[in-house]
Every structure is written in structure tokens, then in C-alpha cells.
């Protein structure tokens, strides 16, 4: 039964992906829950045009950006200290004086879902699995496009193979879990099976030494549950042995050490962490020697902006300016620079309708636990 309700979700994130192509996505196959955007979509987002300014601005004190800890908090925080300028510039444009602008990262993802709903956060930049658990509080209004990668495939062993993985010039809304053994002795073991072509058990899974998100994070829980799921018919909870990061960078310098054999990611994290691995990590040899993926899930939809419902300066109309200011921001370079922290590279607009299979992904983990 378990794996029907998985097969659904395979089908009812190509729906899903269907119904949103006239927004921003086409689907290539059964497989891929969203696909590159085209030139035509992203020649209408760059023709959009900008509203004329008021005759008087209206002012707004304080808006308030929350950011989900995916990197290290004070790399995010001294990453994105240019973007206060630009919504500050791209908002006064569209006919709002913005006081201050306040980049906060949460302790957590589910913090930042917490604050969207308390209104203490006016605008979050949050994945699609934290956007549906907080979505009674929040709205979403883009969705992120990010450079494609040289490898895109369901299968580990094609992704050891041509690594490393590069980034391309093909602009996609989706991407990819991967589960990456490291240099342990265990997690060599593990990837030399999969290279092989040998038989990966789930008693050579759970004998391994877990490194996993929070419960809310796609790449990093949610759809390698499913994945395993799909493989075993078992869950994250039951591995025996499965601790919580609080950054991706964390769970790489634990994998570097030796502490965790596999950690679970986005595709592809090795990217972020070339350089610490040999440097603040410890390593001598290249991460791309010492790291295989055993396992790759299904397509996630890109990560969201979402803005809170209860924000007392959030009305409709705010909500639209804002939108449109960071259409602005992902289509300059220097806005590209910034956004580069989450691997964004511009945004277009989204409707809830566009994360149904994360609802779906959703329910089904919660029908598990």
C-alpha cells in the first residue's frame, strides 16, 4: 500500500507540473516533476513592466526577510547584506519608502514558517515543504529558477560517474535529493557496492551512521523518506541510526570527520563545500574523491518566496510590489550575486497550486510516522 501512495506521487507531481506550465515550468518526463524554463516565459518575466511610482510614496518603517539556515547563518547574513539595498531601490520604484529593511536566519526552518504565521517575519525565502506546513499562515508569490546541472538523472551510479557535477546554463525550476556516502569506512563500502552494480539491502542502509535535515526540509528529509519508501518500504524514523543537522554545512563537516557515513542533501551540495573540505574540514584529497551518491530521489519544485498572511504591512498591494521587486533583483547581476547564497538565479511568479505534490509528499510521510 505504501508504495501505491508513492507511485501517486510520482503521477500527481506531473500534474502538477502541468497545471503550472503556463506560469513557469513544462514537464520532460514522468519522472521529472518540473522542467527548464523557456525563453519565452523568461522573455515575458523580463518584459514585465515596472508600475510608475506614486505621486507620494507610501512609506513602510520596517520590512522584516527571513531566511531558512541551509548555510552557515553568518555566511547567509554577510551574503545578502546588499539586498537591503536593492529592495529599498526596486520598492521606491514601485511607490514605496521603506525605512529598513531587517535580513534575519532563523534557528530553524520551521522558525521562519513560525514567524511568516506570527507575522513577526513579513517575507520568507523558505523550500517548498516548509511553505506547505505554514501555508495557513503564508502565501507564496515566486518561485526560484536555478542554473541546471550537468548531471540530471534518477540513478546514483550515472552521477559517480561524471562527476563533478557542473552547473549549466539551462534555467530549471526543479531539483534533486541525493543521498552521499563519504570517506568512512562504511560509506566507502556502501558507494563501492553501488558502482559495482551490487544490491544495496536495507540492512546495509540502517547499519550506516545518518545525517538528515528537519522533519520540514524537501532535499534533506522529506523526499529521501520517500525514496527510501519507494526502495524498502521504510522511513527516516527507522533507521537506527539517524541524527539532525542544523546546516548543510554542518552535516559535510561531520561527513569530512568521519562522524556520519551518509548525509542527505540537495543536488548538488558538494558544490557549496569543495573548498571548506580541504580547508576548515580537514581533508586532504578532493570532495569529489572521497564522496558517491547511493541514492537520488525525485524532482522537487524550486524553493519559494512566500509573505505572511497576519504581516501588518503586507496588503495586497504591498504584496504585488514586492513580488515584482524581486523579479527585478533576480534579473540583475547584481541581484544574481546576491541570490547565488540559496543557488537561485532569478524568480517567477507562483501559485499554491504549484507545490500540490509537496502536499501530497507531505501526507504520505505523515501516514508513515
Known amino acids: 500500500m505504501k508504495r501505491f501512495f508513492a507511485m501517486m506521487i510520482a503521477g500527481i507531481s506531473c500534474v502538477t507540473m502541468l497545471a503550472g506550465c503556463g506560469n513557469s515550468a513544462s514537464t520532460e518526463t514522468a519522472e521529472t516533476p518540473a522542467a527548464t524554463e523557456t525563453a519565452e516565459t523568461t522573455e515575458q518575466t523580463e518584459a514585465t513592466e515596472v508600475a510608475p511610482a506614486a505621486a507620494e510614496n507610501v512609506k513602510v518603517d520596517k520590512l522584516t526577510i527571513g531566511f531558512v539556515p541551509s548555510r552557515d547563518p553568518d555566511e547567509i547574513v554577510t551574503a545578502t547584506e546588499p539586498l537591503k539595498e536593492l529592495l529599498t531601490t526596486e520598492l521606491a520604484g514601485l511607490g514605496y519608502e521603506v525605512g529598513e529593511v531587517d535580513i534575519t536566519v532563523g534557528t530553524s526552518y520551521e522558525a521562519v514558517g513560525e514567524g511568516l504565521s506570527a507575522g513577526t517575519i513579513d517575507v520568507g525565502l523558505i523550500p517548498g515543504g516548509t511553505y506547505v506546513l505554514y501555508e495557513d499562515g503564508c502565501d507564496v508569490i515566486l518561485t526560484a529558477t536555478r542554473d541546471g546541472l550537468s548531471i540530471e538523472s534518477p540513478d546514483a551510479k550515472t552521477w559517480n560517474d561524471n562527476k563533478p557535477t557542473e552547473p549549466t546554463d539551462e534555467q530549471v525550476t526543479f531539483y534533486r535529493g541525493l543521498i552521499i556516502a ?151 547581476d547584481a541581484g544574481k550575486e546576491v541570490i547565488s547564497i540559496y543557488n537561485h538565479n532569478g524568480y517567477v511568479e507562483a501559485k499554491a497550486e504549484d507545490y500540490e505534490s509537496e502536499r501530497a509528499a507531505q501526507e504520505l510521510i505523515k501516514s508513515m510516522q
Open 182 to 332: 563519504g570517506p568512512s569506512e562504511a560509506g566507502q563500502a556502501i558507494a563501492e557496492k553501488v558502482n559495482n552494480g551490487e544490491e544495496v539491502t536495507w540492512e546495509d542502509l540502517d547499519g550506516l551512521n545518518w545525517s538528515v535535515m528537519n522533519s520540514s526540509s524537501s532535499a534533506g528529509y522529506i523526499y529521501p523518506s520517500l525514496w527510501l519508501q519507494e526502495n524498502y518500504e521504510k522511513h527516516i524514523t527507522d533507521l537506527t541510526h539517524a541524527v539532525q543537522a542544523d546546516s548543510y554545512g554542518n552535516a559535510f563537516a561531520r561527513l569530512a570527520s568521519g562522524q556520519i557515513d551518509v548525509l542527505c542533501c540537495y543536488a548538488d551540495a558538494r558544490r557549496d563545500n569543495e573548498e571548506k573540505w580541504t580547508t576548515e574540514f580537514g581533508r586532504t584529497a578532493s570532495i569529489w574523491d572521497e564522496t558517491n551518491v547511493i541514492g537520488v530521489t525525485d524532482g522537487i519544485y524550486n524553493d519559494t518566496i512566500s509573505v505572511s498572511k497576519t504581516s501588518k504591512v503586507m496588503d495586497d498591494a504591498f504584496k504585488a510590489a514586492v513580488t515584482q521587486a524581486f523579479i527585478n533583483i533576480g534579473n540583475s
